[in-house]
């Protein structure tokens, strides 16, 4: 039996990004008992994969608290693997085996956050993203969505307020895609988000007119999420963690990027496309925008352009 402690991120798309290095272990090791500690927000998403017996959630505390909680809760344990993707100090106080630290690496340029997390465990190859599903999402997904027509998702919330496209369009792109004669034409519109998006839903929602209007937002838990996510013949949405889910999911996947960059954040996989909003901004513009912008910096992106792209993915993963 291999024990393995795995540390990844707070953050759902950067738990996300990070998830094929624990499919990685998981393959690798076939007798491995794992243990993720991660962010509360991260959590729901291990609650299926293989070899996970345990969820140490961290919450943040003041002074760097949370991390000595995580030193208290695995010190007692002899480790066989601990792999960081924080690179924390907490890992280098654990009894392990083999101990696997992300380090920072200035020499290696921008690289997409997939690549960096294969760094970790020096993988020549990046082992993609995963999303671990169970029946019982796959359940919610049947109950919840319709199976006699495609679905068009769209997320049109995010993190922060200047990564989101106006909600106006993403109605009037929906709109444009479900017509007759459009890429979609009777699709079902699912709108997703978390608990707190509910307003920028009912926003697009109301924007839509007669159309089979699904509204799934403060309403799944993140694997339920996910399995609703790979029905969709297409998934539209801001820089988000449901935009990295879906990639992950395996749904054709449209990213509408603008302050962030892609070239770190784009959703990863061979169905998975961006489209941009005006020039990007480096990382360190978009920390200092995270902490002082109210407003959307998405305006330059037009629908046109997003129906263009969208219309170019669906031609690339035409279903038989």
Same mark, same amino acid.
Not at 59 to 84: A, F, N, P, Y
Not at 277 to 295: I, K, N, P, V, Y
């Given at each position: 039996?291999?024990?393995?402690?795995?540390?990844?991120?707070?953050?759902?798309?950067?738990?996300?990004?990070?998830?094929?290095?624990?499919?990685?272990?998981?393959?690798?090791?076939?007798? @491995?008992?794992?243990?993720?500690?991660?962010?509360?927000?991260?959590?729901?998403?291990?609650?299926?994969?293989?070899?996970?017996?345990?969820?140490?959630?961290?919450?943040?505390?003041?002074?760097?608290?949370?991390?000595?909680?995580?030193?208290?809760?695995?010190?007692?344990?002899?480790?066989?693997?601990?792999?960081?993707?924080?690179?924390?100090?907490?890992?280098?106080?654990?009894?392990?085996?083999?101990?696997?630290?992300?380090?920072?690496?200035?020499?290696?340029?921008?690289?997409? $956050?997939?690549?960096?997390?294969?760094?970790?465990? $020096?993988?020549?190859?990046?082992?993609?993203?995963?999303?671990?599903?169970?029946?019982?999402?796959?359940?919610?997904?049947?109950?919840?969505?319709?199976?006699? $027509?495609?679905?068009?998702?769209?997320?049109?919330?995010?993190?922060?307020?200047?990564?989101?496209?106006?909600?106006?369009?993403?109605?009037?792109?929906?709109?444009?895609? +479900?017509?007759?004669?459009?890429?979609?034409?009777?699709?079902?519109?699912?709108?997703?988000?978390?608990?707190?998006?509910?307003?920028?839903?009912? @926003?697009?929602?109301?924007?839509?007119?007669?159309?089979?209007?699904?509204?799934?937002?403060?309403?799944?838990?993140?694997?339920?999420?996910?399995?609703?996510?790979?029905?969709?013949?297409?998934?539209?949405?801001?820089?988000?963690?449901?935009?990295?889910?879906?990639?992950?999911?395996?749904?054709?996947?449209?990213?509408?990027?603008?302050? +962030?960059?892609?070239?770190?954040?784009?959703?990863?996989?061979?169905?998975?496309?961006?489209?941009?909003?005006?020039?990007?901004?480096?990382?360190?513009?978009? $920390?200092?925008?995270?902490?002082?912008?109210?407003?959307?910096?998405?305006?330059?992106?037009?629908?046109?352009?997003?129906?263009?792209?969208?219309?170019?993915?669906?031609?690339?993963?035409?279903?038989?």
């Amino acid at each position: 039996m291999t024990r393995i402690l795995f540390i990844t991120a707070t953050r759902i798309g950067d738990a996300i990004l990070n998830s094929g290095v624990l499919q990685h272990l998981i393959d690798a090791h076939a007798d @491995a008992r794992i243990t993720v500690a991660c962010g509360p927000l991260a959590a729901p998403l291990f609650r299926a994969a293989p070899g996970v017996e345990r969820v140490i959630v961290m919450t943040k505390q003041k002074g760097g608290g949370h991390w000595l909680s995580l030193w208290r809760q695995s010190v007692g344990q002899r480790w066989d693997i601990v792999v960081d993707m924080r690179g924390s100090l907490t890992s280098w106080f654990l009894w392990a085996g083999q101990r696997y630290v992300k380090r920072p690496n200035p020499k290696s340029g921008v690289r997409h $956050r997939v690549e960096e997390a294969a760094d970790v465990l $020096r993988l020549e190859t990046a082992p993609g993203t995963r999303l671990w599903l169970d029946a019982a999402a796959q359940a919610r997904a049947d109950a919840e969505l319709p199976a006699d $027509r495609p679905v068009l998702a769209l997320s049109p919330a995010a993190s922060a307020v200047f990564k989101e496209w106006p909600t106006e369009r993403f109605s009037e792109l929906a709109l444009r895609l +479900t017509a007759p004669g459009g890429a979609l034409p009777g699709a079902a519109i699912a709108l997703f988000g978390g608990p707190g998006d509910e307003a920028r839903a009912k @926003a697009v929602a109301q924007g839509l007119g007669e159309r089979t209007v699904i509204d799934l937002t403060g309403q799944l838990d993140l694997v339920e999420a996910g399995a609703c996510l790979k029905r969709a013949r297409l998934f539209v949405g801001n820089d988000s963690g449901l935009m990295h889910m879906a990639a992950a999911a395996g749904a054709p996947t449209l990213g509408l990027f603008g302050p +962030t960059d892609e070239r770190l954040y784009a959703p990863w996989g061979e169905a998975a496309q961006i489209v941009r909003a005006g020039d990007r901004f480096d990382e360190r513009e978009r $920390r200092a925008l995270a902490d002082t912008s109210t407003q959307s910096l998405m305006g330059a992106l037009q629908v046109d352009q997003v129906e263009r792209a969208a219309r170019e993915l669906l031609a690339q993963t035409e279903r038989v």
